[in-house]
């Protein structure tokens, strides 16, 4: 090998270390932000005593629970929480996917962003 070629797959593996640990930071931050979000919502319910909805209701559409959010209800700030705790391993899909666009790894490309638009839809189309 000579040194160009050295120096390049050292500047390659730096920059997919780098990624990596983004990756992995991300994923800390979302857990971490979304198990604080649950922790809120938690705490409002045992200061409260109730979900801040009538009986045995929660939101269960997306623009009910922001806006139940917003208003502090605790069922609300605890299912934003499980929101975020969900997309946090969406985001890991959707940079993958971006990292092998980037790598021009084609068939990578297609299993990740296949993977992410099962995701998606998931979430869109679920009940």
Do not use: C
């Not at 899909?93 to 998606?120: H, M, Q, R």
């Amino acid at each position: 090998m000579s040194k160009e070629q050295e120096q390049a797959h050292y500047d390659r593996d730096a920059e997919m270390r780098e990624v990596e640990l983004f990756v992995s930071r991300s994923l800390r931050f979302g857990v971490i932000l979304s198990a604080g979000v649950i922790l809120i919502g938690l705490l409002l319910f045992l200061g409260t005593g109730e979900g801040g909805y009538p009986g045995q209701s929660y939101p269960t559409r997306f623009t009910e629970m922001v806006n139940g959010a917003l208003q502090l209800k605790p069922f609300a700030v605890i299912l934003t929480g499980l929101l975020l705790l969900i997309l946090t391993p969406v985001l890991r899909v959707a940079v993958s996917t971006l990292i092998f666009i980037k790598e021009k790894d084609w068939l990578y490309v297609g299993i990740s962003a296949a993977v992410f638009l099962i995701l998606l839809f998931s979430l869109v189309l679920g009940k």
